[in-house]
């Protein structure tokens, strides 16, 4: 009788110490105690709808259903390319502020084409010679992360992306760990700038040889041609569906997928599925490797998946490509998602799940629906501007610069000449409408000079720096891309580059809609508040009240 009084005892403290453990698991931590911030690179609004019915429960629908979706959330400037988009989140400023007005601008002082996070003074850790030389020293103002350092030295900040810009704008200057793919090498390095040395959970990845194996690995389409019925099929009659989808498959055999790159060429993965699974991988092996979210010290981890940016400049939004990368992502991101739960707990852990960039419809899509669109070919466009400025002006090198619909002109030479750098910024300005698909165009004298309360303008405004945007800036009309090199593009003022999902979801984030405008600025002021740390030093960003409730 004693004995079984004992065994009784003993199975009533064991089913106890479990019940509290549950529940002690499911109370949340007073702050978080890992934000991760994940950005899908150039994922528009409305590839959640289309791909819903295809998704499983536990991906991206997860997010959706139980987090704080803000389904009305922009960028609030014209250039929306990637760069600029990251550092928008990351300081909660616009280009004007941070000063990453785009991927590349042209530098005045130097004559020379600037990339936005290259540094020649920097070497490389851990790969190829050049694949290491990037720094964040082009971004003027303090990040979210910065800050997270400034507040708490023993709070970790990590950051990883296919591409050197991602990672490092995501996060700032002052990251535990920022770490970029080396395509020469196959190897995830990072720069002297933040490191003298890779952690040894890095060099153990390396060693693993994913990439290869993922550089090998066939891309084969993930469900049934069949079924990819929201790819580029919309204005094609039923009685032709099937015929265009069997020529759509031949066609696939020419792109990415069934037709991998040579096995040494690890570029490839810049622009594969696989490119985000590597990307994956890497970053639980940060989780477990930095022991992130292991005390009651917030960490931050910084995840982009960046070759969806590439997939869709090179067969578009409405390809199968495009669909099928985001039936892969969306069982990654599964697989992430249970991972933190098992490791950190979802209820310590706030996920941030967001873009930075839409993409534009390709023309030849549009016109299936009889749709206004086409292409600016920048070239060309110069060609015919300098060929005017030198009967205006005389013979000179007028025209110094374009990038990314910024016209740089020849101060120097405009002074020599004894001409007003104004009068010739509108001259250049008003040429520019003249062409086909331009839309606006305005100076750099009128942005400097002018406040705009509301309109197209107050997007030019927000995209301009003083010191390193051009002397003109143009923008395109609707459904209108410039053409450089890809099937499409994305940088705009419009809702297709624009608009983007923005998800908060985990620690003691409420399920609800919020339909009231977020702009994109306004997330780095959210988390400084939740944390009650300072906000980055630029920012313009109000936080999300929604959030905060």
Known sequence: MRLFSLYSLLLFLLINSSSQAQINRSIPSEKPKLIIEIVVSQMRFDYLNRYWNKFSDNGFKRLVNDGTYCRNARYNYLLTQPYPGLATISTGSNPSVHGIISDKWFSRYSGEEINAVYEEKVSTIGGSYFSGKYSAKNLVTSTFGDELRLSNPHSKVISIALDAGSAILLAGHSANGIFWFDTEKGLWVSSSYFTETLPAWVDTFNTKGFS??????????????????????????????????????KGMVNGVIGNPKPKTDFSSLLESPYGNLLTKDLAIAAIAGEDLGADEHTDLLCVTFSANRNIGGKFGPHSIEMEDTYLRLDKEMEHFLNFIDATVGLQNCLVVLTSDQGVASTPDYLEKSKIPGGYFDPQKAMILLKTYLNAV??????????????????????????????????????????????????????????????????????????????????????????????????????????????????WKIKRKSVLEPVYMNNIAPTLSLLLGITWPNGSTGVPIKQILE
């Not at 209108?480 to 998800?503: C, F, K, M």
């Open 212 to 249: 290869k194996l993922y550089t090998e690995r066939e891309w084969k389409a993930l469900q049934p041609i069949e079924n990819y019925e929201e790819a580029d099929t919309a204005s094609v009659k039923s009685e032709e569906k099937k015929k265009t989808l069997l020529e759509k498959l």
């Open 393 to 506: 002006y005389g013979q000179g090198n007028w025209v110094v610069g374009y990038h990314d619909k910024q016209i740089y002109l020849n101060r120097k030479l405009i002074e020599d000449s004894n001409l007003k750098l104004e009068d010739v910024q509108q001259r250049v300005s008003d040429f520019m409408l003249e062409f086909s698909g331009v839309a606006n165009s305005t100076t750099a004298h009128n942005l400097q000079n002018g406040q705009f309360a509301n309109g197209i303008m107050v997007k030019f405004q927000n995209s301009f720096n003083q010191r390193r945007s051009g002397d003109v800036v143009i923008n395109l009309e609707p459904g209108w891309v410039e053409r450089n090199g890809h099937v499409t593009s994305a940088n705009s003022p419009y809702d297709y580059d624009a608009h983007v999902p923005l998800i908060f979801y985990g």
